[in-house]
């Protein structure tokens, strides 16, 4: 076999082996050299960056590994990445939102509890209570305490019951069933119980349990021991019903829900504290400290309401509501000479300290809510602008047929008459429609400049325009502007159907007559006083002059004629000594649910000494059903009741002069 040539520069294993220096002759076995078999030269390693040989087309695959180091750049790329969003994120929390993650670690440590504020009280103008706010107690217990294993007697929640249920005023056999239920913790046995009532309970529990440890165990056991309380504030109305529809009510949540509780809850509410504590767990840290912060007591409020005739007003209306089966009703007092208002009393009402049995619809003030046509009540104000404008006197002579024929429609009077011949005087002490569309007719060349000055006069009544009461839900009534007139409101608007307003806006028409033609705004509040008993007066009320005091002297004159004149509309409101001024209403009534006429609203309006106004009286009422439905049966009467007793609680005399006698008919007759 043939020697594989060596490669070149490059000996055997065992040249390299004896090196320079060895001898091989003396290295074989017997003097002999060795031979050796060379093995195969290795092939060159490829060099770095060059590429290998190609392999013959005999020789196997050669397996080559990637290189690393791209992936070991990506997983290097992938970390930084990884570790500049931690870096971010860390310096975000750190720095940039540091407050905001601190205020929410603070709100997750600290606990921070409500502290109510007192709700100030509402009076009336002599100081005494029509609302206040005192401690009440909702009673709960445990029932897991009454359980034989913890009352040590089998009928626990049967004796706890028996000494409840009078004290609480509730069912025996409810509060037992509530006391022996096993799938909670706790039970609320009755809600806003008084003061008085728990001291009850709380000394009851504390005798059972003195002689449940003085005796051997279980022969006296104490059945009250899970009975608990939960003290709250509770509004109160002492007078109940009085003044419930001015006073309004406080809902659960402590705020007003209607009425003055609503208007000024601001006001009244205050503003309450807190405690704020460290918790750990769910429990508080004794040693991290409390911090608390006072409630702010709420003011007090003084109304204008005088509380014995705003009870003489409710029950004079609530009586003949219910007499003449009428819808509603309501009567407002107000002091002529200061606008205030001495009452709002309305019926239906309800009692603010238990709404379970009202209505909803009885919670608001229909006083100021409810918008309706006036009818003939607001013919003086048609009158005031015929005497403003110099058109006609108390004496002017006017012929009024039987019946008027105008645009579309023939208009009439309450009775079938002959032609009267009247006086303007006469056209309003017989309260006579067709003689105020002649009269109206006078204020313009033509029927639409006459409109636009009876309309301008209406306005500065205050027709159309808040009471400035501010009322939740008030309505401002509605009075169209003359060019919207149509061919029917021209004629009928005169005499106090095609315009609404509210018995607080129709109160406020004559009370602007009884002080000499200057209007005052009507106010209920006379004032407040602060948390720090510092007493505020309300703002003075806003003064407008809508006529002449001679105007407004003469009117008065003229609805005394209403009263003491036999031919008079308005004599069941006499009231023997006094000078009386009043007018009677009966308006075809709009049914809020169809939309259409159907029943009639009755109303009287007056003030007296009609001299010496002192106070102004509105009766309003709604459908009634059951006998007369004229403002002079309906109303008259309770007009009268509550002006006497205003005028004697006021402490008004009799002016002693005697009322103005004007004449009725242009000839002095009966009939024309």
Not at 338 to 356: E, H, I, R, V, Y
Request: proline letters at 8%.
């Amino acid at each position: 076999m043939s020697e594989r040539p060596r490669e070149p520069g490059r000996g055997t294993r065992a040249d390299r082996r004896e090196g320079p220096g060895r001898s091989g002759a003396g290295s074989g076995r017997g003097g002999r050299e060795q031979r050796r078999v060379p093995r195969p030269a290795r092939p060159p390693r490829a060099s770095a960056g060059r590429p290998r040989p190609p392999q013959g087309s005999g020789g196997g695959a050669v397996l080559r590994l990637a290189n690393p180091r791209p992936r070991l750049r990506l997983v290097a790329v992938g970390l930084t990445l990884v570790m500049l969003v931690f870096t971010v994120r860390l310096l975000q929390v750190q720095a940039v939102d540091a407050d905001v993650y601190a205020q929410k670690a603070a709100v997750n440590r600290y606990v921070k509890v409500p502290l109510a504020a007192e709700r100030g009280a509402v009076t009336a103008r002599d100081g005494s209570a029509l609302a206040s706010t005192v401690d009440a107690y909702d009673i709960t217990a445990d029932p897991y305490l009454f359980t034989p294993d913890q009352a040590k007697t089998r009928d626990a929640p049967e004796q706890a019951a028996k000494i409840l249920a009078p004290l609480l005023d509730q069912d025996r056999a409810e509060l037992a069933e509530k006391l022996s239920r096993k799938d909670t913790r706790y039970v609320l046995l009755a809600r806003q119980q008084t003061p008085q009532t728990w001291r009850k309970i709380k000394k009851l529990k504390s005798r059972m349990a003195a002689k449940s440890s003085s005796a051997p165990k279980g022969k006296y056991p104490n059945v009250l021991a899970g009975v608990f309380q939960e003290k709250h504030a509770k509004r109160v109305y002492p007078n109940k019903e009085l003044a419930a529809n001015v006073l309004g009510f406080v809902n659960r949540a402590g705020k007003g829900g209607a009425g003055v509780e609503a208007m000024l809850d601001k006001k009244l509410a205050g503003e309450d504290g807190r405690v704020t504590y460290a918790q750990s767990g769910g429990r508080r840290v004794p040693t991290a400290g409390v911090h608390e912060q006072e409630p702010r007591p709420g003011s007090g409020v003084e109304l204008t309401l005088d509380r014995d005739i705003q009870w003489s007003a409710q029950q004079a209306i609530t009586d003949q509501v219910a007499a003449s089966h009428a819808d509603s009703g309501y009567v407002i007092v107000q002091d002529t000479r200061t606008g205030q208002l001495l009452s709002m009393a309305a019926a239906p009402g309800f009692d603010p300290n238990d709404l379970s049995g009202a209505k909803v619809k009885s919670f608001g003030n229909p006083a100021v809510q409810d918008a309706y046509e006036p009818g003939s009540t607001s013919k003086l104000m048609s009158m005031a602008a015929v005497l403003e404008e110099g058109k006609a006197t108390p004496g002017t002579a006017v012929t009024v047929p039987n019946r008027l024929k105008r645009a579309d429609r023939s208009f009439a009077d309450d009775i079938d008459h002959p032609t009267w011949h009247l006086t303007l005087n006469g056209v309003l002490a017989k309260s006579s429609n067709i003689g105020t569309i002649l009269a109206t007719e006078q204020l313009g060349k033509t029927q639409s400049e006459a409109n636009k000055v009876l309309h301008h006069y209406m306005s500065e009544f205050g027709i159309g325009r808040p009471t400035g009461l501010g009322f939740p839900g008030e309505t401002r009534g509605l009075l169209p502007k003359p060019e919207k007139w149509n061919a029917s409101q021209q004629y009928t608007i005169p005499f106090g159907q095609g315009l609404s307003l509210n018995a607080v806006q129709a109160a406020s028409i004559y009370s602007t007559i009884a002080n000499g033609g200057e209007r005052i705004e009507p106010s209920l509040v006379r004032g407040t006083t602060g948390p720090d008993g510092r007493y505020s007066p309300a703002d003075p009320p806003e003064k407008s002059r809508v006529v002449s005091e001679k105007t407004a002297k003469t009117l008065s004159r003229m609805l005394e004629s209403v009263v003491a004149d036999m031919e008079g509309t308005g004599t069941t409101a006499k009231i023997p000594g006094y000078r009386v001024a009043g007018k009677t209403g009966t308006a075809n009534r709009v049914d809020p649910k169809t939309g259409r006429y159907h029943g009639y609203t009755a109303s009287f309006a007056g003030f007296a000494p009609a001299d010496k106004p002192r106070v102004t009286v509105y009766c309003a009422v709604q459908n009634p059903k059951k006998g007369s439905y004229f403002g002079s049966e309906v109303c008259g009467p309770v007009f009268k009741k509550v002006m006497k007793f205003s005028l004697k609680s006021l402490q008004v005399p009799p002016t002693g002069a005697k009322p103005a006698r004007l004449p009725v008919y242009a000839d002095h007759k009966s009939n024309g």
